[in-house]
């Protein structure tokens, strides 16, 4: 073998696709019902659009990006996340001109140059929601609760949303200055990189997994404590209408997300199933990235779910055998023919229909129709075309049944369920 696919990448290929385009089918009705509208965005974009957004000393721009030069000797990125380049895009393309709430949704893979493990890759696939304009808090528990449909729908259960408040501009000095008191006595356990955090970043300290870091920051001050009026009200509207819509919720005041644009709302859904990496989605608000891009100050909310972390949570409980839904087994040339011909005004009709091609035994054939999961069979030999009937055999039940070789036959028996 001669080439190998990539560290940390994955071949996504049938019958698992189907528990792919299922996920997909269901969010897209949910999006649909909210008034969310699909967006297809580049893969790559310059390297501006994540380093401020996402933040320079977050592990994301610190370690995990896809940057390179390419020939014209600009900085690219492989998007590690959506919400930057929505944001960019949202504000290229005037959104905020059209009525809001502005809902948009996408789907796509994401890269991130992690350490691969299970569940963890390099080339991911969200889907991921972002509403743009509205700051107030029932937008969020909407969010939330449309997060939850669709985990529900896809037949996830025993989910945690876990949900804070991470405060805004106004209150946030106060907290990373009551964060650096706590921290300041217990540097000399602190990794490298938490040292040089504590200086330009300390929040990101809270997001170390280093068991000596995780072992010094036990204790801090939670932020839910500093939030401001504004971040206080809201994040209790925001509860208040998660009950009140039956969003089953945990509030985490320690819950840290590892991207630097979120404001108040911020959340999390893990699953207990999935070993060490268990956030199945998560999310918040960023109401100051749109004008930190240059844009006109405008709020934002919006979540992503991990592909890869809820296929294996629902991947044994679906059906994903699935097969023709006629298969013909010609014997001889002519019988060969007008398979193709039958085979070909089916397909016409919507039906899937598959044509043995070997001109083998009637066995042997049958062999394969079994093999490809056909759900009906008919043999077409010299008998068959000179009477124009043939035996349609259902192989799930093995029932047979006689009918007239004409294409409305078939049609209506396999639509009847046969
Ligand atoms: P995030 O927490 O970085 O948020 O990623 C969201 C989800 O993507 C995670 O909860 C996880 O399920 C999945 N994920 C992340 N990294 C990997 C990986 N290496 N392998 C497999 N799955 C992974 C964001 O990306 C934000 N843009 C979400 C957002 C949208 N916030 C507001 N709007």
Redesign the pocket.
């Known amino acids: 073998m001669k080439y190998r696919k990539l560290k ?1 990448v994955q071949d996504i290929l049938p019958p698992d696709i189907s528990v792919w385009q299922f996920i997909e089918e269901k969010a897209r009705k949910i999006f649909r019902s909210y008034g969310y509208r699909e967006i297809r965005l580049p893969i790559m974009e310059s390297t501006d659009v994540f380093i401020r957004s996402i933040g320079e000393t977050s592990d ?1 721009v610190e370690k995990e990006m896809y940057t390179f030069k390419d020939k014209g000797d600009r900085s690219i990125t492989l998007r ?5 380049p ?1 944001v960019r895009a949202y504000i290229e393309n005037h959104l905020n001109n059209e009525p809001a709430p502005q809902k948009y949704y996408y789907m796509g893979p ?1 890269f ?1 140059y ?1 350490r691969p493990q299970a ?4 080339q ?1 696939y ?1 889907i ?3 509403a743009m304009g509205i700051d107030d808090p029932k937008l969020d528990a909407e969010i939330i609760s449309m997060l939850s449909l669709i985990l529900e729908a896809v037949g996830l259960k025993g989910l945690n949303f876990e949900i804070t408040s991470i405060g805004c501009k106004e209150c946030r000095p106060d907290y990373i200055k009551a964060l650096k008191d706590f921290l300041e006595d217990k540097m000399l356990d602190f990794c490298s990189d938490c040292g040089r955090r504590f200086k330009t970043n300390p929040l990101r300290v809270l997001d170390c997994k280093v068991p000596g870091c995780v072992k010094a920051k036990k204790g801090s001050p939670p932020v839910v404590d500093y939030l401001c009026k504004d971040c206080g009200d809201h994040f209790d509207q925001l509860k208040n209408n998660l009950n009140r819509l039956n969003v089953p919720h945990t509030i985490n005041p320690n819950l840290v ?3 630097d644009y ?1 404001t108040k709302t911020a959340f ?2 893990s699953s207990e199933n999935l070993g060490s ?1 268990s ?8 109401d100051g990235m749109v004008k930190e891009f240059g844009g006109p100050a405008t709020p ?10 809820i296929i294996p949570l629902i991947k044994d409980s679906l059906e994903t055998t699935d097969g023709p839904e006629l298969y013909i087994c010609p014997l001889g040339n002519e019988a060969a023919e007008e398979a193709l011909r039958i085979a070909e005004q089916l397909r016409a009709k919507g039906r899937w229909v598959e044509v043995n091609y070997d001109n083998t035994s009637i066995r042997s054939q049958m062999r394969k129709a079994n093999k490809i999961n056909a759900k009906n069979v008919i043999v077409l030999g010299d008998d068959e075309l000179k009477n124009r009937k043939v035996t349609i055999k259902n192989m799930g039940s093995k029932d047979e049944e006689i009918v007239d070789l004409v294409i409305n036959e078939y049609h209506k028996l396999i639509q009847s369920g046969k």
Not at 80 to 84: D, H, L, M
Not at 279 to 286: C, L, M
Not at 300 to 309: C, D, K, Q
């Open positions: 940390g994301i590690p996340e959506g919400t930057a929505f994401m991130r992690e569940n963890r890759y390099r991911f969200q991921g929601a972002e997300r590892g991207l979120y999390e859904v990496q956030a199945v989605a998560a999310g918040g608000r960023y934002g909310i919006g979540f992503a779910i991990g592909m890869e972390r």
